[in-house]
């Protein structure tokens, strides 16, 4: 059961352009959503997040954008730049009753920028 | 702050094996989450620890347990080894369980054969 669904496994963008990643989640209990970036043989570090209160949150080169209705969220990289190639993790977080707050994650997109 | 380090990078076990793998979370955090990678496939909840008590458990068998100490460390051990369990194992620590500001380690890979 894949809650929270990345659908393109690659993406390559141009130098400069606009790099848009996609993130489909089925739970509607998820209330706060995160992305992450992951280079080789490094752990996954946290880029940007939203709250499901809101359905926009920018910073510098990073928007992301939340549609609640279509349980869709997006990634914006604009400028892209060569060191934006790396793996990146959409994630879902919501108050299931535990104590712990777990991140349920996507299957990731690798995006490549290319020169 | 010394980040997360996890030890030890590479493991290479048999099936049916034990293992256990370490974890020094960042100084002043005082919950720590471990989370299995499978190849090409994003990260997945295991547990999580909170002031050295299991506090939330993903869909994993009882045969990954878990300890967190009181100087920041945490093992995860895995009893039986299946080929299956062969994956990326994350490790992260945040300041407390209701914080999504988790710092990830590196992880340590386990290949199971």
């Known amino acids: 059961d894949q809650q929270v669904k990345q659908n393109s496994p690659s993406l390559s963008v141009q130098e400069g352009r606009i790099s848009i990643l996609n993130c489909d989640y089925t739970n509607s209990m998820f209330d706060y959503f995160l992305w992450y970036k992951k280079y080789p043989a490094e752990g996954p570090t946290f880029l940007i997040s939203i709250s499901s209160i809101k359905d926009k949150n920018e910073d510098g080169r990073f928007t992301v954008f939340l549609n609640k209705s279509a349980k869709h969220l997006s990634l914006h990289i604009v400028p892209s730049q060569p060191g934006d190639s790396a793996v990146y993790f959409c994630?879902?977080?919501?108050?299931f009753g535990q104590g712990a707050q777990k991140l349920v994650f996507g299957q990731g997109t690798r995006l490549t920028i290319n020169p | 702050e010394t980040g997360v380090t996890q030890s030890p990078t590479h493991l290479i076990k048999t099936r049916g094996q034990q293992v256990t793998l370490r974890c020094s979370s960042q100084s002043g955090h005082n919950t720590v989450s471990w989370y299995q990678q499978a190849l090409g496939q994003g990260p997945q909840f295991i547990f999580q620890y909170y002031r050295e008590e299991e506090n939330g458990r993903g869909n994993f068998p009882p045969r990954f347990s878990g300890l967190q100490f009181p100087n920041y460390s945490s093992e995860l051990n895995v009893n039986a080894l299946e080929l299956d369990d062969s994956a990326l194992y994350l490790c992260?620590?945040?300041?407390?369980?209701?914080?999504?500001?988790?710092?990830f380690g590196s992880g340590t890979r386990l290949t199971v054969v």
């Open positions: 992260a620590s945040s300041l407390d369980s209701r914080n999504y500001g988790y710092t």
């Open positions: 994630a879902a977080s919501g108050a």
